[in-house]
């Protein structure tokens, strides 16, 4: 069962540049899926295409196994969603802003309350939104894409702008409701360690192409070895002593050495391999994770 | 489906009322439709309203025709502009347009939402404008006089329908404003963009130049006719057209809405370009063929009819030529309604339709035309309304209003040296005139056939040909000895406009040109009407050679004082081939003669205020001065006022005022008569057709002065209003002329 199915989808502006190629993507019913890629990777157009902002002409694109463009706007009932840079009537007051949702939404505005309590904007109802901070604009609008209680929720770069603690009540409140109520979140984000420790499911774009889409933890098993980099200082016996006895050994210069190791318990090992030669360490970084690679392969 | 798309819409218009939240959507709108009656109000306080009598009004009615065009041209277009751009922009501003679309809105609902909400908001300006209006044209009466005529019902009818107008007239302006405010997410150039078109078509329609395809004189046009088409038709032409354009520009913002983007909606594929290719060359062609000006059919008979309201006992009207003066239908009237159908053809002309001596209403028809006359007399006040199949030809006013230098110059003589240049500029005035004839639409997009267009260029001849007679004749007055060379051109001209053309005798222009044609090339010694005369007697016989004969005749008959020169003339009347034109000359000089000054006054009888008999015998021995009148008529009051001043200044000699009524109805002269000076005698004629006929009463006010046996001093006497009536009065009385 997906919320969200996208089969080889295409998708342009002109014959010439291609936005998204042969794209493909499973959203799992009750799964928390990052959606990660750099700017300009194609998230917002795919993101974009499943909220039906865009013609899915070719029906490529199924919202709880059916295609979207066939159950717009109604779906809508069914789905919330933030997509971009909040939008939110400066002219009102919270308060006001949500009553128009609820309106629309045809949800009883006793709830409004209750959602601003969650996203801890109750104090601010009457304030007018254009004098609303970043982050409080930014949690308004997430209440505003679920106060109907939206049984998959899209949220763009919700994270944008927001400061540290924002941050983890953003990822708390995402949580909670995929608990409770089990919400299928669909998130988007340009940095992966921010969402890394919320989702489920990730699934990485670059350049219109999905690279990897899978659990966290295929994602973890694929990019489990650790890179070691170490500052030091080596003359030409020191150098031949690594590289003939330590395996994964790369000497990148004079002054830089690298390691492959399968596990963190290898490190103190190894350190103390070095030192018993003499090797002067004068730092020691870990070079791969799941950010480094994402790096890398975004990088290209 | 529908069903839903309410429940939808509902829901949106429910939404977009918590958004437009001090967005100051709905004060503007009521703003401006406050704006209109309260400075009207101020004005009549500060400037009263004087009222002219008139057929019966009511007073609220009156003021929403005064100033609808105001409302439609002015607040409603403003109000329109600014709300257009307002409702957009709302959304355009905080990406609302995009949140919408991720709510469970149809896109229908949304655009035609904002629309309607849009069309609310005209609405309330026009409810604003009513009620306002209604509310300060009671309480500027409740400190004014009401007009004795005036009706002060609540006219609800006219005004839903004058409501329904302009909502109606208001869609195409509304339609075309808000697709481009949406479609443009940038405020200010919406704004602007309606604001200079609206600035254009002011200058547009300060300039006369109206085309029905304006959605600004759209407006104007519902403003200004807001009682109604010619037709009986509350609802005219623009207004559908209007519902009709607005609706197609709707469906068209909304397509490319919904599919966000021209391409997309309209030229995505060779299916979709041929389909907006044929649709857009249907929609402009049947606009095109609605727009065009109509020409009315000719009927099978020619027929002339119609009703008289009127609280005066009219028997009997008359069609007649307005420069002949002959009778072309006497028509009965009986139970409030007339019909006359001609047998013989008629040519096309401005008629006048004569009730009695009430008053006159100008008709052009012709052969097979059926013209249909609803005629209002009240109080004194005349009122009619031209309807049938010349409805276009009775609404338009022929004017040849552009005043170029060039006539200037010939008229004030100025730059006479110049002739060869005046000449020569006053041609190339013709022929653009001719080039340029406007086009003519009335309220209901009728325009003249073409046998009025022929009368139209004939007329714009006329004129010019007119100027160059007068250019001729001053530059051959100022220089004898010089000769101006006309150009080729003149020569034309002067062939298209024949010295016998029949049906141009109805205008005075032509008469006038006959006789600087005539007159031009006759060096006799001879008094200038009989020259005519002569000249008219050498025309071949025919209907235009009577009829012109008939009216020089006639008018000369008239106006001459003494009876040998009647005489004189009369003879002339031999010439004339129609029995109906002679028996009329005769009868005419007999009942003239009958007044000459010397003849015997017809000594009529009267009852005075006491009821008492009077004759005008009674009088014998003294100067009278009779004032035939009629108690309806404002000219006839008027001259009493000065009649009556006259009176009194000469009350110490020999000569005595009667103020001699002929209205139907004596009671009502009782009453008014009583207020009036004693020093005028207050009469009412026993047998007011006998009196009409024996002094030729054929309008009233008139003076007759009697001397002091009995006999006619004078039978048309200058009104009191004017100065010449008391130098005649004291050079009877014998006394020294005025300083």
Redo the contacts between chains.
């Keep these: 069962m997906f919320s969200i199915e996208i089969t080889n989808l295409n998708f342009s502006y002109n014959v010439k540049s291609p936005i998204l190629k042969n794209l493909n993507l499973q959203v799992p019913k009750g799964s928390i899926y990052g959606f990660i890629g750099h700017n300009g990777a194609g998230k917002s157009t795919t993101m974009r295409l499943i909220?039906?902002?865009y013609?899915d002409d070719f029906k490529k694109v199924k919202v709880f196994d059916k295609y979207i463009s066939d159950q717009l706007?109604?779906?809508?009932?069914r789905?919330g969603?933030l997509?971009?840079?909040p939008?939110?009537?400066?002219?009102?007051s919270g308060e006001?802003n949500l009553?128009?949702?609820a309106?629309?939404?045809?949800v009883d505005f006793d709830k409004i309350d209750d959602i601003l309590n969650t996203v801890d904007l109750l104090q601010a109802k009457k304030k007018l939104v254009k004098n609303y901070s970043l982050g409080m604009k930014q949690r308004l609008a997430i209440a505003m894409a679920m106060i109907h209680d939206p049984e998959l929720l899209l949220l763009d770069e919700p994270i944008n702008g927001l400061d540290p603690t924002g941050i983890i009540e953003m990822r708390e409140l995402l949580l909670k409701i995929n608990q409770e109520k089990g919400t299928t979140i669909f998130i988007s984000s340009h940095l992966l360690g921010e969402i890394e420790k919320t989702c489920t499911h990730v699934g990485i774009i670059a350049r219109g192409e999905i690279k990897f889409e899978g659990t966290i933890k295929e994602l973890e098993n694929t990019f489990s070895t650790f890179l070691i980099e170490i500052e030091t200082n080596l003359n030409v016996d020191t150098s031949n002593w690594i590289l003939n006895n330590i395996q994964s050994a790369q000497i990148l210069s004079k002054q830089l050495v690298a390691f492959s190791i399968i596990q963190k318990e290898d490190i103190p090992q190894l350190i103390k391999k070095l030192t018993e030669q003499n090797i002067p360490i004068y730092s020691l970084k870990n070079k791969r994770g799941l950010e480094e690679w994402f790096l890398e392969i975004t990088n290209n | 489906m529908i069903s839903s798309f309410f429940q939808n819409i509902t829901?949106?218009l429910?939404?977009e009322f918590?958004?437009k939240?001090?967005?100051g959507f709905y004060w503007i709108a009521a703003i401006l439709g406050l704006l209109f009656p309260v400075s009207i109000f101020i004005s009549n306080v500060i400037e009263p309203t004087v009222f002219k009598p008139s057929v019966d009004f009511n007073i609220y009615e009156m003021f929403f025709t005064e100033s609808a065009r105001a409302i439609a041209f002015f607040s409603l277009t403003i109000s329109i502009i600014h709300n257009s751009s307002k409702i957009a922009q709302?959304d355009h501003?905080?990406?609302?347009w995009?949140?919408m679309?991720?709510?469970?809105?149809?896109?229908s609902s949304i655009y035609f939402g904002k629309f309607l909400i849009l069309i609310s908001s005209s609405a309330l300006l026009i409810i604003t404008y009513i009620f306002s209006g209604l509310l300060f044209t009671y309480s500027y009466f409740l400190f004014n006089d009401l007009p004795a005529n005036a009706i002060t019902e609540i006219p609800w009818s006219f005004i839903g329908k004058a409501f329904l107008k302009i909502i109606l007239a208001s869609w195409f302006l509304t339609a075309i404003q808000y697709t481009l405010s949406v479609l443009i997410s940038s405020y200010i150039w919406s704004l602007s963009i309606g604001f200079l078109a609206f600035i254009i078509s002011s200058i547009l329609e300060y300039n006369g130049k109206f085309h029905p395809s304006n959605p600004f004189q759209v407006l104007s046009h519902t403003g200004q006719n807001i009682q109604g088409g010619d037709l009986d038709n509350y609802i005219i032409y623009t207004e559908y057209f209007s519902l009709f354009a607005g609706t197609v520009i709707l469906i068209f913002g909304f397509l490319w809405y919904k599919?966000?983007g021209f391409i997309?909606a309209f030229w995505k594929s060779n299916y979709y370009r041929i389909r907006s290719i044929i649709g857009m060359l249907l929609i402009l062609l049947l606009s095109i063929s609605y727009l065009a000006p109509k020409k009315q059919f000719e009927h099978n008979r020619t027929i002339i009819m119609g009703d008289i309201t009127s609280d005066l006992p009219i028997s009997m009207a008359y069609l007649i030529h307005p420069t002949i003066k002959d009778t072309v239908a006497k028509i009965e009237v009986s139970n409030g309604q007339f019909k006359h159908i001609f047998k013989d053809s008629l040519p096309l002309s401005n008629y006048i339709l004569i009730f009695q001596n009430y008053g006159s209403a100008k008709v052009v028809m012709g052969t097979n035309d059926s013209i249909v006359a609803s005629v209002k007399f009240q109080n004194g006040r005349f009122d009619y309304k031209i309807k049938g199949n010349r409805i276009a030809e009775n609404n338009f006013k022929s004017k040849i209003d552009e005043w170029p230098y060039v006539k200037y110059q010939i008229k004030e003589g100025f730059d006479l040296h110049q002739y060869q240049n005046l000449q020569n500029d006053l041609l190339n005035i013709a022929q653009n005139d001719l080039k340029n004839i406007k086009e003519y639409r009335s309220k209901d997009n009728l325009t003249y056939r073409d046998d009025l267009k022929e009368i139209i260029e004939k007329e714009i001849i006329l004129d010019n040909l007119l100027y160059k007679e007068m250019l001729s004749k001053k530059v051959g007055a100022l220089y004898p000895e010089k000769r101006i060379n006309w150009n080729i051109g003149w020569e034309e001209l002067e062939n298209r406009l024949s010295l016998n053309d029949l049906q141009m005798l109805d205008k005075e222009k032509y008469l006038e040109y006959l006789e600087l044609r005539i007159l031009k090339n006759d060096t006799s010694e001879l008094a200038g009407d009989i020259k005519l005369l002569q000249a008219f007697q050498k025309l071949p016989k025919g209907e235009f050679k009577d009829k012109i004969m008939y009216s020089k005749l006639s008018t000369l008959l008239e106006n001459s004082n003494t009876n040998s020169e009647r005489d004189e003339l009369y003879k002339y009347s031999k010439n004339i081939t129609s029995q109906k034109f002679r028996n009329n000359l005769k009868f005419l000089h007999q009942n003239l003669q009958k007044l000459g000054r010397g003849k015997l006054a017809f000594n009529f009888s009267a009852s005075d205020l006491q009821n008492k008999n009077v004759r005008l015998s009674d009088l014998k021995g003294k100067w009278i001065i009779i004032n035939f009148y009629q108690s309806w008529s404002e000219l006839s009051s008027n001259e009493n006022s000065y009649f009556e001043n006259i009176a009194f200044k000469y009350q110490k000699n020999k000569i005595a005022f009667v103020s001699l009524s002929t209205d139907q109805n004596k009671s009502k002269w009782v009453t008014e008569a009583k207020n009036k000076s004693k020093k005028v005698l207050q009469w009412y004629a026993n047998n007011s057709k006998q009196v009409n006929f024996n002094y030729q009463i054929t309008s009233i006010p008139r003076f007759v002065m009697i001397d002091p046996e009995g006999k006619i001093y004078q039978s048309k006497m200058a009104r009191p209003s004017e100065a010449s009536f008391e130098m005649i009065l004291r050079k009877a009385l014998d006394l020294r002329d005025l300083e």
């Design positions: 909220a039906g902002l013609p706007p109604n779906i809508f009932n789905i969603a997509i971009e840079s939008t939110l009537y400066q002219h009102l006001d009553k128009y949702i309106t629309i939404r045809k | 829901v949106f429910k939404g918590i958004k939240k001090k967005s709302l501003k905080s990406g609302g995009q949140l679309e991720l709510l469970p809105l149809q896109k599919n966000k997309r």
